[in-house]
């Protein structure tokens, strides 16, 4: 039976742990995160991956930092044929990589080498792109630049979010991978180079990326929206104030209004964005509130935004 380490922290990791135990491939570890705070009252919570292995009765792995500690002496001592990424989110010491028998695998959510780094499934919606997919590739020591074993590619459509993104791409890599394994215990040498000359990078999301500006069109307003949910959201500035918009729809009215003006707020509470276009707000989260439907929102408003005023901050 081939044994594996696995690594990996969130809900997309989930299924593709699952996967391998249901095919019978022998789980010698699980390393995840570190349980962390959550929440206003800073609930010590644990990942999905930790959860799912304690339901599967596998023995887990936490370390703070993996490079630096015990444990990755445990781990190597484990032997193990292969060591299976999926979002983990910690490199991985090179000893620890050249440790296994037949090679360390990662799954990795774009189509190499687009989106190398760590938020590969946002940049592609933020930047609207129409298609997205998961590669099986090895790791190696510079970040997901190993080579390749196999892909799969999957449309992005024009209600998808990060989130719903991530829940696709989850059981596509599972799949993926199952039927990837043999071939790599067969013949791991069985790969592709990348081609360095298509590399695009994706770091993980900025502070300063969240704010909806005016320099945006509605369409790129709202792909930043979708990209950015369900964490850590998309904000406008609106008189001072923050308010996250969890859900719009671009509109097809046009409008001659500058950018950040109100254009509706009968119904509906619609802004100008820049080349005249116009994004209709449909869920909306007040700083210190609950998500809120736009109707919600504006009842509570008390007619505070008058048509044509400049409502977004510049």
Do not use: C
């Not at 997919?133 to 630049?145: L, S």
């Not at 209600?159 to 719903?164: A, L, M, N, P, V």
């Not at 964490?231 to 859900?247: C, E």
């Amino acid at each position: 039976m081939t044994s594996i380490i696995f690594m990996g922290t969130p809900d997309f990791s989930v299924p593709i742990l699952k996967g391998l135990v249901q095919n019978n491939y022998d789980i010698k570890a699980v390393v995840t995160q570190p349980d962390k705070k959550v929440g206003r009252k800073q609930t010590i919570t644990k990942t999905p991956v930790k959860i799912a292995a304690e339901e599967l009765g596998l023995p887990v792995y936490q370390p703070v930092r993996l490079a630096r500690s015990s444990e990755v002496e445990e781990l190597i001592a484990l032997h193990a044929d292969l060591i299976i990424t999926a979002a983990y989110g910690q490199f991985l010491p090179t000893k620890f990589l050249n440790s296994v028998k037949i090679a360390a695998v990662n799954v990795h959510g774009s189509l190499l080498p687009k989106y190398r780094g760590g938020a590969p499934i946002q940049y592609a919606v933020i930047n609207g792109d129409h298609q997205t997919g998961v590669t099986i590739m090895e790791m190696v020591k510079e970040m997901d630049a190993g080579d390749i074993y196999s892909q799969k590619a999957l449309e992005i459509e024009e209600q998808d979010t990060t989130g719903s993104i991530f829940a696709k791409l989850a059981i596509v890599g599972r799949d993926l991978l199952l039927a990837t394994l043999p071939q790599i215990i067969a013949d791991p040498a069985n790969k592709t180079k990348q081609d360095e000359t298509k590399v695009v990078f994706s770091p993980n999301i900025s502070k300063e990326q969240e704010e909806i500006n005016l320099e945006m069109t509605a369409r790129q307003a709202n792909n930043l929206i979708r990209g950015l949910n369900p964490a850590p959201g998309a904000y406008l500035t609106i008189k001072n104030k923050r308010l996250k918009v969890w859900q719009a729809k671009v509109s097809e009215e046009k409008t001659s209004l500058s950018a950040g003006k109100l254009v509706a707020n009968d119904h509906r509470f619609a802004i100008s964005f820049a080349d005249g276009s116009v994004l209709d707000l449909l869920e909306v989260q007040p700083a210190g509130k609950k998500k809120m439907d736009i109707a919600s929102f504006l009842n509570g408003q008390g007619g505070k935004f008058k048509l044509g005023e400049q409502i977004v901050d510049q």
